[in-house]
């Protein structure tokens, strides 16, 4: 079973810009292995995965092949050494077809030199069936497909160009469950073909049913390996964070007022259906879910970005229509969006402009936008939320993700909402952060604000939430209060697939 | 910090323009005239105009190619409605200049609604509005407008040119609403995240359609002025402005990406355009061959904006 | 798990698949056949040879200049300055032609120059990451400005006849149709079967993803904007030898008829996809248009209203189907 490893990483260390995101970490991977790579976001698996992939040159240390030192100086000579990467932001050409795109930069070619487009696709079907995804037509455009297919279309990729050692990042981040279990079945369809693969992933469930060994990694720092039959869920949990789990939230105040909001038969197209719940002031309302369950796009519908298509949405009673997030922002409701650097800021902008701009009608004064206010705030704001930047001025570009996070926060809290709808609201932020935003949460539940919690961490769910929705399908799948909430009951309303959409 | 940092650009733009006026000056002593100033400020007045509505629109990350078009349907418009149609001249001025803001709320209303590239966009109606003028017009100039009209042209207030007046009071309108205002704060910030400006509550659409729109207004004014100032109206007026003005506007620091910009910037690279143009003819460089010397100030300035970012380990 | 079930792997047939790449191409070119039977029905004077032998050798340099211009888009630039870079190759020409060189230096000098300046645009855009129409609106003025302080606008004219190569005729038929037709299935091969061809498409519609596949991004953009020097070099000298006299300017809106050209024909403005092809039929069908509408008693005064129109039409419709195909 001990086979030598494919790949070697040894005591490779990196840094960015005086830095150090990674420093001293021995990482191996053996053929026909699943080896699942874990850590908290910013703990440096996206620098390993990028050093083994060519992307970055480590500092220091050595990346063995075979047990010989090679130097990849670019993705193309990692590729030769036969190490292929599935990418999360699935790196394809949305306009090139299916079977182009696996075999792009090596194509198959004619005797006289050309691009031989018949053997291409003929190729690129033989690989797609091996992954036994036999519906997928080669030549249809790679933009007019769905996640998962494109996906396979990357696998495809890194088989063709006979990899050895596969690297998955977050494969299942934004697959819906039952593409799940088919991407486990091609995972281990490559592992039977003696590919190596590392596996980074935050879902505890794929990496106990699909990896041999598991890598934690915390801080840029190798926590350990071991094997999978040694560890637990609990186990690796705390050497992903460094402490136990249950200090990790606040404690629970369970004074709830009365009620704010009240959604009934909510839709919006056919991707969020008939919701019908009701928000009480003081109250943290989680709702899990897995991607694409309707749970983002249900507070889309709130916050006006796409205004519902049926039922009715109620703020102390009376109906509201809500067209835009202007009216949202009006009506008290503010929301925290999930792509912080897409959605949330203006990264080019300071802090000051950042949080003005969800305010420009209240730091209006006749005509103008009143400067020096503005900048008053953003100062209130750095020293209420502890926001850890040179001044009001700096670019929030150059911020960490929690203080990033905090000034977006700060942004919506100066509109004074009652409602604060929170889309993944510690994605993609440390640890101590983290811990400051549950208690801020706690904190301004506590003042009577209605918070709606939107998180695809179940231990977040289920530490910070007053009560639990799960959604499904764009449907409320289930609901809980106090002790009936576990990890496994919210878990199996998550990935049930319920009949009407199965058929 | 960041005010330095946005200044950077305007402060090299204007020691560049006072070396290019002090050189200039030594080199010909006609051009430290009033009378020659104030001449360079006539001809600059119609470009001018354009260019503060196309900082707006550069800001946004977006891009007018119909504004040449749209001045010389106006002035068509002008003389048609005056001529053909029978309208008093003064009706037909406003109703030119409401057809020229109409067709820059047209531009806004392809840009936003079917979600067309604005570079793509205003090339389709920098054909089809120019294609309008030469259609109506019929290669027919109008001419013999009464007197009092080519005050706007070719007047004075004060010793000073009327439309001169016209730009220096529209700058500074332009001027305080990109700085001071809640719609220019939305403008920056519709121009570098147009989703996260949505998610903070701006109405981008709107912002963009009351940028087009005033593109299409100052641009129909423009067209007034051109009108009065060389006294005939024909379907070719205003061909190839907008070069002349995109270049004024990214040779005065606005980003072609969006986001960043200012009309100090923009009325510094005007300037510098036009005092390069009138000194290079005063010592003798034939006419159009200046604008060799705004092609050359404009790559070279954007590549020096390039190298100093690159320095800075800026992206 | 008992019976082996052997799926099926769907594919599409050949027809098929040409008429979901080539959609823009056939509308276009079905398009152009249609004006030639309605016009043709209602004037028959629209079928003879001299109309349809002005028609398409009259406007081929349009369409090779569209082949260039069509492949920057696809790598996703543009280009504004070509029709200042053609009025330049075509005086640089005459100029050498009328100056005793060989005729062949003549043609070739100019064309060299074009790819350099190209070569030059490219690097520009590629290694200092200056937006590409920032970097061609300065090369427009330079090239414009330069020509007319250079030769004053003059004429130039005793042109060799030996160098009027776009008046010859072979069978009949007038020499720029060759150079349309034949460099057009030339870059059609060459985008459809070349590694280079192939990268060009995937940088421009996904640079990130075409680094990740190791291609060299910005050999791949100078190396385009060369191509692309290449094609408008030819066209300045169809352009060149068409008349028998070469007045130093500008041709007026050149470039705009260009981009159009390639925009209808399909080639998307936010790159990676589009076809030479489709920009050589595109360009056939604006001259066919404006033949038309003189022979349908359409005052010619409207052509470029109904350009304008043809062009919001298809722009329209290609974002309508984007949106409906994401």
């Known amino acids: ?503 | 910090m960041t005010l330095s940092k946005l200044l950077r650009h305007e402060t090299i733009l204007a020691l560049l323009t006072v070396a290019a006026l002090i050189a200039l000056a030594m080199l010909s002593d006609k051009f430290f005239t009033t009378s020659n100033l104030l001449n360079q400020g006539r001809l600059m007045s119609e470009v001018g105009l354009v260019a503060l509505a196309m900082t707006f629109v550069i800001v946004t990350g977006g891009i007018d190619l119909s504004v040449g078009s749209i001045l010389g349907l106006t002035a068509i418009l002008l003389g048609v409605f005056w001529k053909n149609v029978g309208m008093p001249l003064p009706l037909a001025m406003v109703a030119a200049v409401v057809c020229g803001t109409a067709a820059g709320i047209g531009n806004g209303f392809i840009i936003t609604r079917f979600r067309v590239p604005p570079l793509i966009a205003t090339l389709a109606t920098l054909a089809l509005y120019r294609g309008l003028a030469e259609g109506i017009s019929e290669a027919r100039s109008v001419r013999g407008y009464p007197e009092w009209f080519y005050f706007f042209g070719q007047g004075e207030i004060a010793g000073v040119p009327v439309q001169l007046w016209v730009l220096v009071i529209c700058t500074v309108i332009a001027g305080v609403i990109l700085g001071f205002t809640p719609f220019g704060r939305a403008t920056y910030a519709v121009g570098a995240n147009e989703v996260a400006a949505r998610f903070s509550g701006i109405n981008a659409d709107a912002t963009k359609m009351w940028i087009y729109g005033a593109a299409g207004f100052l641009s129909a004014i423009a067209a007034v002025i051109f009108v009065s100032r060389v006294t005939t109206t024909r379907s070719d007026m205003g061909t190839g402005i907008e070069l002349d003005v995109i270049t004024g506007v990214v040779l005065g620091g606005t980003s072609i990406f969006g986001g960043k910009g200012t009309i100090v910037g923009t009325v510094l690279g005007l300037v510098l355009i036009q005092a390069l143009k009138n000194g290079l003819a005063l010592s003798g460089v034939k006419g159009d061959g200046t604008i060799v010397v705004i092609g050359v100030v404009l790559i070279a300035a954007v590549l020096a904006g390039a190298i100093l970012d690159r320095n800075r380990g800026g992206s | 798990m008992s019976v082996a079930v052997v799926p099926i792997r769907s594919g599409r047939s050949g027809f098929q698949r040409f008429v979901t790449g080539y959609g823009q191409e056939i509308v276009v070119a079905l398009s152009i056949v249609a004006l030639f039977i309605v016009v043709g029905l209602y004037n028959p004077r629209f079928l003879n040879d001299t109309n349809i032998n002005s028609i398409f050798a009259g406007n081929a340099y349009i369409a090779v200049a569209a082949i260039g211009m069509s492949m920057i888009i696809v790598a996703g630039h543009i280009d504004v300055s070509v029709g200042s870079l053609i009025g330049v190759i075509a005086t640089i020409s005459g100029t050498l032609a009328v100056s005793g060189y060989p005729i062949w230096v003549a043609w070739l000098v100019p064309i060299l120059f074009s790819i350099a300046v190209n070569a030059g645009v490219g690097a520009l855009v590629a290694y200092m990451r200056i937006p590409s129409i920032v970097v061609t609106l300065g090369m427009l003025s330079i090239l414009k400005g330069g020509l007319i302080s250079a030769t004053g606008g003059a004429w130039i004219s005793d042109l060799p006849p030996a160098f009027m190569i776009a008046q010859a005729r072979i069978f009949g038929v007038a020499s720029p149709v060759y150079f349309m037709v034949v460099l057009t299935i030339l870059a059609a091969l060459f985008m459809r079967y070349t590694d280079f061809g192939r990268a060009i498409y995937a940088v421009g519609g996904n640079i990130e993803a075409a680094r990740a596949a190791g291609l060299n991004a910005e050999r791949t953009t100078v190396g385009v904007f060369a191509l692309h020097g290449l094609f408008a070099g030819i066209a300045g000298i169809l352009f060149a030898t068409q008349l028998q006299v070469i007045q130093s300017t500008v041709p007026p809106n050149l470039e705009l008829t260009v981009i159009t050209a390639s925009v209808i024909g399909g080639v998307s403005i936010l790159g990676g996809t589009g076809t030479v092809i489709g920009s050589t039929l595109a360009a056939i069908l604006f001259a066919t248009i404006g033949s038309a509408l003189i022979f349908l008693n359409v005052s010619a005064y409207w052509l470029r209203a109904v350009l304008g129109l043809l062009i919001l039409a298809t722009v329209l419709a290609d974002m309508i189907r984007r949106r409906r195909s994401t």
Do not use: C
Request: net charge neutral; hydrophobic share 45%.
């Open chain 1, 1 to 503: 079973m001990m086979t030598e490893p494919a790949v070697t990483l040894n005591q490779v260390g990196k840094s960015f810009v005086g830095l150090k995101v990674l420093s001293g970490v021995t990482f191996d991977v053996r053929p026909g292995e699943v080896h699942a790579l874990l850590g908290e976001n910013g703990a440096g698996k996206s620098t390993l995965i990028k050093i083994m992939a060519g992307l970055h040159k480590p500092d220091e240390g050595e990346i063995l092949v075979d047990g010989k030192p090679v130097s990849f100086s670019s993705p193309r000579e990692a590729h030769h050494a036969g190490i292929a990467t599935v990418h999360q932001e699935l790196l394809l050409f949305p306009e090139l077809t299916v079977a182009e795109n696996v075999f792009l930069g090596q194509t198959p070619k004619t005797p006289w030199g050309g691009v031989d487009w018949t053997r291409m696709r003929k190729r690129a079907g033989e690989l797609l069936d091996s992954l036994d995804s036999h519906d997928l037509d080669v030549d249809a455009r790679v933009g007019s497909l769905s996640v998962a297919n494109r996906q396979r279309v990357e696998i495809a990729r890194a088989l063709s160009q006979e990899a050895r050692v596969v690297i998955m990042d977050e494969p299942t981040a934004s697959l819906a469950e039952a593409d799940v279990l088919r991407l486990m079945d091609i995972v281990r369809r490559l592992k039977a073909r003696g590919v190596g693969i590392v596996y980074v992933s935050h879902r505890m469930p794929e990496i106990f049913a699909l990896a041999d060994r598991v890598t934690v990694l915390r801080d840029g720092n190798h926590v350990g390996t071991h094997d999978i039959g040694d560890v637990d869920e609990t186990k690796l949990v705390s050497m992903m964070v460094g402490r136990a789990i249950d200090k990790l939230y606040p404690v629970k105040q369970g004074t709830s007022g009365e009620t704010i909001l009240e959604l009934k038969d909510v839709s919006y197209r056919s991707i969020v259906r008939n919701i019908s719940f009701a928000l009480r002031t003081g109250e943290i309302l989680g709702i899990a879910g897995l991607v694409g369950s309707g749970r983002t796009e249900l507070a889309l519908t709130i916050f006006g970005i796409t205004p519902a298509t049926g039922g009715a949405i109620l703020l102390d009673g009376k109906p509201v229509t809500i067209g835009s997030p202007g009216a949202a922002r009006d009506l008290g409701i503010a929301y925290i969006p999930e792509d912080r650097g897409l959605q949330g800021l203006i990264r080019v902008q300071t802090v000051t402009e950042n949080i003005a701009l969800a305010n420009l009608k209240r730091l209006t004064r006749g005509l103008f936008v009143d400067s020096g206010k503005a900048l008053a705030e953003a100062k209130r704001a750095i020293t209420q939320f502890g926001i850890r930047a040179r001044g009001p001025d700096q670019v929030v570009r150059q911020l960490s993700g929690g203080n990033q996070q905090k000034v977006v926060l700060a942004k919506w809290l100066a509109t004074n909402p009652r409602i604060l709808i929170m889309d993944e609201p510690t994605r993609g932020i440390d640890v101590g952060a983290k811990a400051e935003i549950h208690q801020l949460m706690r904190k301004l539940a506590g003042e009577g604000l209605a918070i709606l919690m939107i998180s695809s961490e179940l231990p977040e769910v289920l530490g910070m939430s007053d009560r639990v929705m799960v959604m499904n399908s764009g449907r409320i799948a289930a609901s809980f209060e106090g002790k009936d909430v576990t990890p496994e009951v919210v878990g199996a309303a998550m990935t049930k697939v319920s009949a009407r959409d199965a058929a």
